[in-house]
């Protein structure tokens, strides 16, 4: 006999209230920390983690708004506006990808941020 295939019911789908959604959540979270339970988290989750806890660390740099316009205008594909403002690790993205002509783009985005920017007596703003 050949097999028959037959369509079960659709179950029908449980609501669940976000609110108390939220509140198990935070239960468990609590739980986690009661017991000391921490997720194992891959290369790629400790990397985000790293960058999140280290972004806010930077110190701004006084830098001359004019040369880093022009810098990031000319050179932005190799990123050496970022070099300028001591940006080591975006620097460094910037020349690795150089040769995809999206750190161009990123180069006339981070000039449409600093132009506007009002700089001080010197022609300097702070990045």
């Known amino acids: 006999m050949a097999n028959k295939k037959t369509k079960k019911a659709p179950k029908e789908r449980e609501y669940i209230d976000p609110k108390q959604f939220i509140a198990l959540e935070e239960e468990l979270e609590r739980t986690k920390r009661e017991y000391g339970v921490q997720e194992e988290r891959g290369r790629i989750g400790k990397i985000g983690d790293w960058i999140a806890s280290n972004a806010g660390k930077r110190q701004k740099v006084h830098v001359n708004r004019h040369l880093y316009c022009w810098l990031a205008l000319l050179l ?13 690790l975006l620097g460094f993205i910037y020349l690795v990808f150089c040769w995809t002509f999206i750190p161009f783009g990123m180069a006339i985005i981070d000039i449409m941020v600093a132009l506007p920017m009002k700089p001080d007596e010197e022609g300097k703003i702070w990045l």
């Open 76 to 88: 932005g594909d190799f990123g050496i506006h970022r070099f300028y403002t001591r940006q080591w």
